[in-house]
C-alpha cells in the first residue's frame, strides 16, 4: 500500500512539472532521494519516472484534440470540399510538419547518446546547475523583452525556419537534465520574437511525439518483464499524471494570458539552491 501512495505521489509530481517549466526530472530527483520505492529494481525506475510521462501526453491530446487532429471525417469539418484531400486539414498538417522539424534534434541525439548523457549529467549537481541557469535565463529574457511586441502571436505565423531553432533548444534540455523540454522551448521562442501563449501551445504538442518516443525508448530498453508491482505503480503513476496534467495546463494557459514566466525563474533558481545544499549535506 505505501508504494502505491509513493507511485501516486510521483504521479502528482510528474503531472504539474511536466509542464510548467520548472524541470520534472529536478523534481522527481528530489522524491526519489525522498521517498524511494521499495523492491523494484534501479532500471525499473528509470524508466518509470520516463514512462508516466505518457499520462501528460494522453492530457494535451484531450485538451487540445481540435488544434491537433488533422483530418476531417465529418461534412461540417470538410466546408463542402471534395475529393481526397477535403479530408485534411492543411494548416494542421502543416503545424505537425513543423513540429517534426523540431524534433530532429533532438531525436538523432537521444537515439545516439541517451545512455550517455545519463551517465555523464544525470545526477544531482548538474541537474540543480540547469535549474539555476535557465532560472536566471527565464528573468533575463523577460526583462529583456518587457515592453516589445510579439512578432508571431498565431502558430500558423511560425515558420519552418523558427520551428527548428526551438528544436535546437531542445536539444539543450536533451543533454542536461534539469533544465527542462518545456523551459528551453519556451526560452527559445520567446528571444525568436514569439507570444508566451504561442510558445506554451507549441510547447504542449512538440512533446507528444518527443515523450512518446523517449517512453517507448526506455520501455524497449527496460523489456516488457514487469512485475505486478512494477506494472500497477506504472500504471498508477501515469493514471494520475494525467488527472494532474488536465488541471495544470488549463491552470497555465489562463496564467500566462496575465503573467509572465519570471516567477518560474525564482523557483528554479531557489530549488536549485536546494537541491545543491541537501545533496551537498548528504555527501
Known sequence: MFEII???IYGIVEGVTEWLPISSTGHLILVEELIPFQGVSED???????????GA???VVVLFWNQIWPFALTGKERKGKSGLMSFVKMDIMTLWFKILVSCVPAAVIGILFD?????LFYNPVCVAIALIVFGV????????NKGRSPRVNEL???????????GVFQVIAAVFPG?????ATIVGALLLGISRTVAAEYTFFLAIPVMFGASLLKVVKFGFAFTSLELVLLLLGTAVSFVVSLFVLRFLMGYIKKHDFKIFGWYRIALGLIVLAYFGLMA
Open 137 to 144: 535565463a527565464f528573468i533575463v529574457i523577460e526583462n529583456w
Open 156 to 166: 500558423a505565423d511560425l515558420n519552418f525556419q523558427m520551428a527548428l531553432m526551438i
Open 6 to 8: 509513493k507511485a501516486i
Open 179 to 183: 533544465t527542462s523540454r518545456s523551459g
Open 57 to 59: 501526453i494522453l492530457a
Open 44 to 54: 525499473f525506475f528509470g524508466m518509470f519516472d520516463v514512462v508516466i510521462q505518457l
Open 115 to 119: 545512455d550517455v548523457l545519463d551517465a
